[in-house]
């Protein structure tokens, strides 16, 4: 009976342990990221790991699983099991924007970005644009990014390198309308409160 109990105290010490760690990586996140996962196994590793490695401290990876029917699930589980600062979450299929939008509203930090599950971002990325954020007050930064096709890595059109000629810090859009070319989602990070105040869900 003393083992039984023994066994259970440390079981119930363990699982408050990963409670009272998950509350504190919630409570003083700095960024969030949203990852939609949708059938994506062959690629869902690397992008978490990209994600592990990144400079970026205090950041809290949200996976919104969007009806997965392959391994994805059990991989972003396995994550969110093994890493505080790794969330899980599972829907119904909305598709990319519902699953956006679901993981953004579980958003806890001051910053929030969104990445596809088959990207991979360089460790400096995150850290960067959140010290350009800070230092200039800018609601949101928009980086330059690079495409891997069979294995390779290749320049973003030409319009993308045209808008990303030079760096422009604290600018705004009406003073830079080219970035208005980059419209994908996956290379921006928000002011959280900007992202909701403005209802740009």
Do not use: C
Request: hydrophobic share 40%; aromatic share 10%; proline share 2%.
């Amino acid at each position: 009976m003393a083992s039984s109990v023994r066994t259970v105290a440390r079981s119930g010490w363990r699982i408050a342990q990963r409670v009272v760690s998950k509350f504190r990586v919630r409570r003083s996140v700095v960024l969030s990221v949203v990852v939609p996962v949708y059938n994506v196994e062959d690629y869902l590793s690397a992008t978490l790991d990209s994600l592990l490695a990144q400079e970026q401290e205090s950041i809290e990876i949200i996976l919104v699983d969007d009806g997965s029917t392959d391994g994805s699930s059990r991989i972003a589980r396995a994550y969110a099991k093994k890493h505080a600062h790794v969330r899980y979450f599972r829907q119904s299929n909305t598709g990319l924007s519902g699953a956006r939008n679901a993981g953004a509203r579980r958003a806890n930090g001051e910053f929030l970005a969104f990445l596809d599950s088959d990207d991979l971002v360089y460790p400096h990325t995150y850290s960067l644009m959140v010290a350009t954020l800070r230092s200039t007050g800018s609601d949101f930064a928009v980086a330059n990014y690079d495409r891997y096709e069979n294995g390779r890595n290749v320049r973003a059109g030409r319009w993308i390198a045209e808008a990303h000629r030079s760096r422009v810090l604290g600018g705004d859009l009406p003073g830079n309308p080219d970035i208005m070319v980059s419209q994908v989602a996956w290379n921006k990070v928000y002011r959280r409160e900007f992202w909701e105040n403005t209802g740009l869900e």
